[in-house]
C-alpha cells in the first residue's frame, strides 16, 4: 500500500513490541517514520533496519518521555510537516498496594503528560487533516490489579475525545486503538505460561492471542484517508474479548 506516501508519521515507543510494528505498517503504507525510542538504541535500529530493508524510510528518536525535558527532547529533530501522531509509549505500573508515589508519578508522566504535551508541541506542525492516534488498553473496561497504569489509559481514551471535537474544524481526527489481550513484552506472562494463553484463547470469541500486526492494521486503518469520518472514537481490538461464554448453553 502506499496510501500515506508523502506523509510523515511519528511513532513513540517504537523500538520494539505494539510501536514497532505499528512504525512498520505505516511506513509499508508510504509514510516516512520517525522511530521514538527512550533508552534501547539497538532495539530501535532494528526497527529502522527492518523498515529500510523493506524500502521504507525511517529514523530513530531517542527521547526519555519520564522525565521533564523529555518532549522538547523529542521535538529537537522533528520538523513541519508531520501529519501522524501515534502516541504508543508507556509503562507498566505495580500492583496498588506496592505502587509508590514516585511510581505513580512515572508512569503517569510517560503515558498521559507526554502524550498530551507531545500532542500540543505537534499541532502546529500538523497540516489540516492529520491523524492523532492515541494507544489506549481493555483495561479501561475490564478490571487489572496495577490500578495506576489502568488510570492511565482512562485519562487516553478522555484525551481523544475532547480532542477530536476541539480539533474538528481543522478537520484533525483524533482515534483511541485500545488492544485487547496481545503478545508483547509488556504481556511477557503469555510467552513464560502457556496454560495462561489457552485461558485467553477461551475468553476471545476469534480464538487466538492477539499479534502486534493487528493492532498496526487497526492503526493505519484510522491513519488512512478512508478514516476521514471516524473521529473521537475509541476502538476496541481485541478480537472478542469477553463477549461471553464461547459454548452454548444447554437448557
Do not use: C
Amino acid at each position: 500500500m502506499t496510501g500515506l506516501r508523502g506523509r510523515t508519521a511519528l511513532v513513540t515507543g517504537a523500538s520494539r513490541g505494539l510501536g514497532r510494528a505499528i512504525a512498520q505498517r505505516l511506513a509499508a503504507d508510504g509514510a516516512s517514520v520517525v522511530v521514538h525510542y527512550g533508552s534501547n538504541e539497538a532495539k530501535a535500529a532494528e526497527t529502522v533496519a527492518a523498515i529500510t530493508a523493506a524500502g521504507g524510510q525511517a529514523h530513530a528518536v531517542r527521547a526519555d518521555l519520564g522525565k521533564p525535558d523529555g518532549v522538547d527532547k523529542l521535538f529537537e529533530s522533528i520538523a513541519a510537516p508531520l501529519d501522524i501522531v501515534v502516541n504508543n509509549a508507556a509503562v507498566f505500573s505495580p500492583l496498588f498496594a506496592d505502587t509508590t508515589p514516585d511510581d505513580f508519578d512515572q508512569v503517569f508522566a510517560v503515558n498521559v503528560k507526554s502524550p498530551f504535551f507531545i500532542i500540543q508541541r505537534a499541532l502546529p506542525l500538523m497540516p489540516d487533516g492529520s491523524r492523532i492516534i492515541n494507544v489506549s488498553s481493555g483495561v479501561t473496561w475490564f478490571a487489572i490489579p496495577e490500578l495506576a497504569y489502568a488510570m492511565t489509559k482512562g485519562a487516553l481514551n478522555v484525551l481523544g475525545r475532547a480532542l477530536a471535537n476541539t480539533l474538528g474544524d481543522r478537520q484533525i481526527t483524533v482515534n483511541t486503538i485500545s488492544p485487547g489481550i496481545t503478545r508483547s513484552d509488556m504481556n511477557d506472562w503469555l510467552r513464560d505460561n502457556p496454560a495462561a494463553e489457552q485461558q485467553v484463547v477461551g475468553m476471545v470469541a476469534l480464538g487466538r492471542v492477539g499479534e502486534p500486526e493487528d493492532i498496526a492494521d487497526a492503526v493505519s486503518l484510522v491513519a488512512s484517508g478512508d478514516a476521514r469520518w471516524i473521529t473521537g472514537e475509541v476502538i476496541e481490538v481485541n478480537g472478542g474479548l469477553f463477549l461471553g461464554p464461547r459454548k452454548a448453553a444447554h437448557h
